[in-house]
């Protein structure tokens, strides 16, 4: 069936905003994403990722429910709901809630108040999870705040300030006692009344009394009328026709099963979870599918004498709300196997997959990763099945999985109409494990499901069960090591016997999808051995005379980790109280367009509204890693329904070549590519989704070329390096080498990170028609780049190219030059087919074309005295820059380290600030009591410790070439008084508009009312800078200044003759006396050189201080880790605004925090980016901030260098993630010296939880088989060998040495580069954008390293 049929398709009616919406041409593949955008023109609702990972895309979706008779409203996302499943629903997008046009809404408001939005991509996502949450409860608690935000991803705020917003509509909120006297983080009285040296120091950003009151009865009501449908539409079968795809919607068990038995291969499609994203990222296609949502009889619940019978239509949010009423309703023996269940549904997806997500599709389509079914099939849960020919039957899904490996739980016809699953039985005992990524919203590395009958009064095993899943094709049963156990006691003996059985049972080969594979094995021993000591515990609650002392160490079964209300607190300078009232600068403004950004009315690239004929592009890449391009075939292609044409080099009327730094690239692979992901041609369609059908339908063949370089060892070993080798030398090191008393030698290896900004790379090219003038709207970071490329493309002077960019949702650094090759791309088509062309990346493109931050390896040897003074040092750092020069060479030449008052290019630096923050930061922290009390804490708990770290920061701002530091900008005053700044800077949700709108009402003397800032456009402001390196504000600001200033000059003599008059008055004086409004103004940059033959200069003009310090729990058997309490200070000068700085710190901490302990890219052998989305790549989310997150601004900071004493603020921050790093490192440390393993130990970023698990060495890591390297291909390219080396006991061992206590720590970090310092920088392979902090970094960090080399030796004392 398709549109060919004959058949009419019925008229699909859903309510969008209270507005009837009737689509007589409902297709079948169409998601309500893309409805919503581009038919209803309501571009509030982002699209982030397309997978459900993000959050980006949520909106609330109302129905009315005829089994409970009720409406029910629920969070759900956009690009996940075929719009074929809307019929009767009624949609509330960002739009429906509130309008700057209008009134906002609550929610809004106080998201933006509070300071909750930055780019504000992901803004009207997380208000719709929150105003869904409080659709149901109005009153809600923080833990379902924090459930209903943990679907939703924010790159730029670190969530505190989100979380915040969402406190004010809480009832319950517990009291942090983080203060003075017990007081309350929150508690506003104690607010503006600290006082430290005569200064007022404010902890409040915002005031709450200014918020509207949350009336819950004021909201939109369920449109009457869809409740009269919700009586009708059960009588009757819908059908839609689509261009490929025919949707059934059937309404009784009969005629699905009917169905069923016509189209065997349909999928029954309810939440679409896991169909949708096969469908968008395997390109898996379904000529018909059957959506059984509207059948009763696979949407009801049952409880009998056995158990509980669930449809399986029932979405997870529902069964969890059923579980969790039930265990609080009926005896705690009974319901052993629905809290095991209920244990995993609390992290399986985010709320919004939860809400839409079945049970029957998560027990069928998820046979290897689901979380249920290891629990479903160790339960004896049943499923009841149908089907046309052979009727109804019940199959255990223990006895399944237990006996057909890998075989399919239904036959083609059948389908699952419910689950039963048992109440368990008196002295059964039930756990569920899984050990995931990221706690929240993550699938699990490995799960488990076990269960245990004890011969009653013994601990004789009776009947055993363990079912483990992600480890094979499907949900594994241990069948045969549990039978062997039965009868034996349940001791240590045992425990030892059943390891040795389930390693051999449940073996994974080297080579398995996923990789991990030593640690899954390691998770397969000790999931067992939690339960095992589970077990232990319940046998001691029985018979405690027994059991007393069985075993001591038991103490410390690390509990699952649960999320607790973070509680935090901001600390900034209060402005001098003889500042006028009206002088925003220092004052904690709101982002300038925080509220639009809240309603959904705040415009990005992408939001633009399409014009008629306009075309979309989609990009074809290169699926090998270096190799000769031998044909492109475009024929499939171009056949393909909508394609208008493909965009070759052919095509390009320009140069295909360009320079980004010193090194030549080219907008497209010519001849050969070099790198997966290279751009090789470009699809143009009609729409977006037949220019992605025909990107794949372009066939490219290949020969294969040598060397293939993936990894740095790989390139060092090609002698694959950039030139030039830069090298700085102090005295003289090999001598100093001869003197210390000791030398450690070790590398450490630093993880790359994607940007992962929540707005995909987008651009859209509008061709004006005459002069070969060209519109380019471009979310870009560096939009002269841009102008220059495209021109140099389309062979046309840059005067012809006009580059807008309204707003970036987050760029990072990863939008400095990337978006200028899309938009070449994107120009060439639009030249060529004179229409205009859009181009929006889709996130797994976006990740595989555009790289990230560099890994790198550091290779060191630091001599030392006993005393702790560190004499030698001879580091070596290798980045992995990719295949291109890109912006790596200038950054790493504009990042050096320091030495003492001197920097290694002995530039001057007064590390007075730097101490400050150390000071203020041990004092905050209370560091040294809580070292005390971590070190109790693990004295008494032997499988789970704490680790505590304060980590100092120096870091360097401006670039070394002083044309770089340039700005430039052009102020207009209007004759009705009003004032259009811009500026060169563009805003990426760092507030760079807020804070100049700041800058310019102090200079002009009036209001930010007056003030407006349209965009950053090389119409109005040429030549300018990448908005990068943190300096924006500095630069631009310092260009508004001018302006302002030459305006405000011309204006005295006016203002003088007129002291009365008001702004208006003045400027019709000057009009009238024709004197000019308008003036430019220029900043020439800071005065900084390198001198590289001599190795000095001052290459920064000045440097941002700080101090972190974290502590962390880890769990030593799973790896997995909570951020319990971070303390930050940082040097920002005088802030120009508290509470866009402090957001800008919680945001990059959090960036660091992901990038030191959990995102990991992955690469396939072949060289294949395989993390590419949300679901593959972790970024931190709101289950991982600290629980008690401090951040203070150093007072009483001064800095003559930049724009009213401020410092830059942006990236700093990034670097002091790594204190959680290092905590976490502190608690490995202190497992191993338990475990008796002294010694230093190479431990790589990121700690993610299978680094963290195989370093706590013990009996059950010893206990795994290991696999020979060359044995077999590992499923990614192993980036370290650090995992195998933490195995080895003879590694272990080799960097030991004897520390002196007594190490002045301070002396180190105050000399930070000992006086004899040779440091090495190969210059590695480049794949793309690189922020300068990153070679910082890995000093730092290196330095850290050093100086952490040994808690357990008390260096951090
Ligand atoms: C972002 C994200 C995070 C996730 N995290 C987790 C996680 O942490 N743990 C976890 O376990 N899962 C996770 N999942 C998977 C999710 O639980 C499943 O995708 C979901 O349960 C499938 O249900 P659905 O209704 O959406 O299935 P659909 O996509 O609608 O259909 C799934 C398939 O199952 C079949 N099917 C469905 N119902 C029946 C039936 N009654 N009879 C016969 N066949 C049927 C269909 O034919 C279809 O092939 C996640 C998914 C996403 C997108
Ligand atoms: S765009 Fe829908 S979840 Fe990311
Ligand atoms: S504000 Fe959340 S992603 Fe930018």
Redesign the pocket.
């Known amino acids: 069936m398709s549109s060919s049929t004959t058949a009419r398709s019925d008229e699909l009616i859903f309510f969008v905003n209270g507005r009837k919406i009737i689509e007589k041409n409902a297709d079948p593949e169409r998601m309500l994403l893309s409805y919503l955008r581009k038919r209803l023109h309501l571009t509030g609702t982002k699209y982030g990722c397309g997978?459900?990972?993000c959050g980006a895309c949520t909106v609330m979706i109302s129905t009315y429910e005829p089994f409970s008779k009720k409406i029910q409203h629920c969070s759900a996302n956009a690009c996940?709901i075929p719009i074929c499943c809307l019929y009767g629903a009624a949609v509330t997008t960002v739009e429906g809630i509130g309008s700057v046009k209008s009134r906002i809404h609550p929610v809004q408001e106080r998201i933006a108040k509070c300071h909750g939005s930055q780019c504000g991509f992901c803004t009207p996502g997380m208000v719709m999870s929150i105003y869904a949450l409080l659709r149901n409860h109005p009153e809600p608690t923080m833990e379902q705040i924090s459930e209903a935000l943990a679907?939703n991803l924010c790159r730029c705020t670190g969530y505190r300030p989100i979380i915040d917003a969402c406190k004010t509509f809480c009832k319950d909120l517990d009291c942090c006692k983080i203060r003075e006297n017990e007081n309350c983080c929150l508690d506003l009285k104690e607010n503006l009344l600290l006082s430290e040296k005569g200064k007022e120091i404010c902890t409040k950003l915002f005031a709450t009394d200014e918020f509207q009151p949350w009336d819950s009865t004021q909201e939109l009501i369920f449109p009457p009328k869809l409740l009269l449908m919700a009586k009708e539409q059960r009588k009757r079968t819908l059908v839609f026709y689509g261009e490929r795809t025919t949707w059934i919607s059937p309404v009784s068990l009969k005629e699905l099963l009917e169905l069923k038995a016509k189209y065997p291969k349909a999928?029954?499609?309810?939440?679409?979870?896991?169909?949708?994203?096969e469908i968008k990222c395997k390109g898996v296609f379904h000529p018909v599918i059957i959506s059984?949502i509207r059948v009763l009889e696979?949407n009801f619940l049952n409880f009998t004498s056995n158990g509980l019978t669930l449809g399986?239509?029932c979405s997870?949010s529902l069964v969890k709300d059923i579980l969790t009423s039930t265990v609080s309703e009926i005896p705690e023996e009974k319901t052993k196997v629905f809290r095991a269940l209920l244990q995993?549904l609390k992290?399986?997806?985010?709320q919004q997959?939860r809400n839409?997500?079945?049970?029957?599709?998560?027990i069928?389509?998820?046979h290897t990763?689901?979380?249920?079914n290891p629990i479903l099939a160790v339960s004896n849960s049943l499923l009841n099945l149908a089907s046309l020919a052979g009727g109804t039957r019940q199959i255990s899904l223990n006895e399944h999985f237990s006996s057909g490996f890998g075989k399919a739980i239904?036959k083609p016809e059948?389908?699952?109409?419910s689950l039963s699953i048992p109440y368990s039985k008196t002295g059964e005992f039930v756990a569920a494990f899984r050990q995931?990524q990221r706690r929240e919203?993550?699938?699990?590395i490995v799960n488990a499901g076990m269960r245990l009958i004890l011969d009653p009064g013994t601990d004789i095993i009776m009947d055993f069960g363990i079912f483990y899943g992600n480890v094979a094709s499907t949900t594994v049963c241990a069948k045969k090591s549990c039978q062997a156990l039965i009868g034996r006691c349940w001791n240590e003996q045992m425990l030892e016997e059943a390891c040795k059985l389930l390693l051999e049972e449940v073996s994974i080969p080297g080579s398995a999808p996923g990789g991990k594979v030593e640690y899954k094995r390691t998770l397969i021993v000790s999931f067992f051995f939690k339960f095992y000591l589970e077990v232990l515990q319940g046998l001691k609650l029985m018979y405690p005379h027994r059991y007393c002392d069985t075993i001591e160490k038991r103490k410390s079964i690390p509990d699952v980790f649960h999320n607790k209300i973070p509680q935090s607190s901001q600390i900034y300078q209060a402005v001098d109280p003889e500042q006028l009232s009206q002088d925003p600068v220092g004052r904690p403004l709101m982002h300038l367009a925080g509220i639009k950004h809240a309603t959904g009315e705040a415009i990005y690239c992408d939001d633009i509204r399409a014009v008629e004929e306009e075309l979309f592009l989609a990009i074809v890449t290169s699926s090998r890693p270096h190799a000769k391009i031998i044909s492109i075939d475009l024929s499939d292609a171009l056949k393909l329904p909508g394609v208008i044409d493909v965009i070759t080099v052919q095509d390009i009327p320009g140069t295909n070549e360009f320079c980004c730094i010193n090194e030549p690239e080219s907008v497209f692979a010519n001849h050969k590519v070099i790198c997966v992901g290279q751009i090789i041609c470009a699809v143009v369609a009609d729409t977006d989704v037949h220019a992605k059908r025909a990107a794949v339908k372009v066939k490219i063949t290949y020969e294969a070329l040598e060397p293939v370089i993936l990894t740095i060892e790989e390139a060092i070993k090609n002698n694959s390096f950039y030139d030039p080798e830069r090298k700085l030398e102090q005295g003289n090191v090999d001598e100093a080498f001869e003197t210390v008393d000791q030398i450690l030698e070790g590398e450490i290896h630093i993880g790359g990170q994607e940007h992962f900004y929540m707005e995909t790379q987008s651009v859209l090219v509008v061709p004006k028609g005459e002069d070969k003038e060209m519109d380019v709207y471009v979310s870009s970071q560096h939009p002269t780049f841009t102008q220059e490329l495209v021109a140099s493309v389309l062979n046309v002077p840059s005067s012809r190219i006009m580059c807008h960019v309204k707003r970036v949702g987050g760029g990072f650094g990863g939008k400095v030059t990337k978006p200028a090759i899309l938009a070449a791309v994107t120009a060439v088509a639009a030249n060529k087919t004179g229409r205009v062309v859009r181009c929006i990346l889709d996130r797994g493109d976006d990740m595989l074309i555009t790289g990230g931050r560099h890994p790198f390896l550091g290779k060191y040897r630091v001599g030392f005295m006993n005393d702790g003074r560190i004499m030698a040092l001879d580091v070596r750092y290798y980045s992995n820059g990719g295949c291109t020069a890109d912006e790596s060479i200038v950054i790493r030449e504009i990042n050096m380290y320091k030495k003492g008052n001197q920097t290694h290019y002995k530039q001057d630096l007064d590390p007075n600030n730097l101490v400050k923050c150390w000071n203020e930061c041990m004092e905050k922290s209370s560091y040294y009591i809580r070292k005390t009390a971590v070190d109790k804490f693990n004295k008494q708990n032997y499988w789970k410790k704490k680790g505590i770290a304060i980590i100092p920061l120096k870091y360097s701002i401006g670039f070394e070439a002083m044309f770089l530091n340039q700005a430039a900008a052009l102020v207009h005053i209007y004759m009705d008084g009003s004032v259009l700044v811009t500026h060169g800077g563009v805003e990426l949700g760092q507030g760079i508009h807020t804070k100049i709108m700041q800058v310019a009402s102090r200079e002009l003397k009036i209001p930010t009312s007056f003030i407006h800032i349209c965009e950053t456009s090389t119409v109005t402001v040429p030549n300018t800078r990448p908005t990068a390196a943190s300096i924006g504000t500095d630069i631009n600001g310092m260009a508004v200044k001018n302006a302002c200033q030459t305006l405000l000059k011309r204006l005295q003599p006016i203002m003088d003759k007129n002291p009365e008059g008001t702004w208006k008055d003045w400027v019709t004086g000057a009009f009238r006396q024709s004197i000019s409004l308008s003036a430019t103004g220029f900043f020439r940059g800071y005065d900084t050189n390198m001198n590289w033959d001599k190795g000095e200069g001052r290459p920064f003009e000045y440097f941002v201080y700080g101090a972190a310090c974290s502590e962390v729990e880890i769990d030593c058997l799973t790896g997995d880790h909570k951020n319990i309490r971070t303390d930050i200070i940082m040097d920002v000068g005088c802030s120009l605004n508290p509470a866009v700085d402090i957001g800008q710190i919680e945001g990059a901490f959090v960036q660091g925090l992901g990038l030191y302990t959990m995102e990991e890219l992955k690469y396939s052998p072949e060289g294949v980016l395989y993390t590419r989305g949300?679901?593959q790549y972790k970024i931190p989310a709101v289950c991982d901030i600290p629980e008690q997150f401090s951040v203070s601004l150093l007072s009483s900071s001064q800095n003559p260098n930049a724009i009213y004493s401020s410092k830059a603020v942006g990236e700093p921050a990034l670097f002091l993630g790594c204190s959680v790093f290092f905590a976490i490192k502190d608690a490995v440390a202190a497992a191993r010296q338990e475990r008796g393993i002294t010694g230093t130990f190479t431990f790589h970023s990121p700690s993610t939880a299978e680094r963290i698990r195989m370093a706590c060495v013990d009996q059950f890591t010893k206990m795994i088989p290991w696999d020979e390297p060359e044995s077999y291909v590992p499923w990614a390219v192993p980036v370290d060998q650090s995992l195998l080396s933490q195995q080895i006991p003879q590694e272990q061992e080799r960097f030991q040495y004897a520390m002196d206590p007594q190490t002045d720590l301070k002396r180190v970090l105050s000399a930070a580069t000992p006086p004899n310092t040779l440091i090495i920088f190969p210059e590695g392979q480049e794949r793309s954008s690189l922020k300068q902090e990153q070679v910082c970094q890995t000093l730092l960090t290196l330095w850290a390293g050093v100086c952490d080399m040994g808690p357990a030796h008390g260096l951090d004392e």
């Open positions: 997978t459900g990972g996940l679907g999928p029954l499609v309810v939440g679409n979870t896991s169909v949708g994203p059984p696979l399986a239509a997870l995993q992290t399986l997806g985010g997959i839409i997500a079945s049970l029957g599709g998560n069928i389509k998820q990763t689901s979380d249920l239904l059948e389908i699952l109409v995931a919203n993550a699938l699990s949300p679901d």
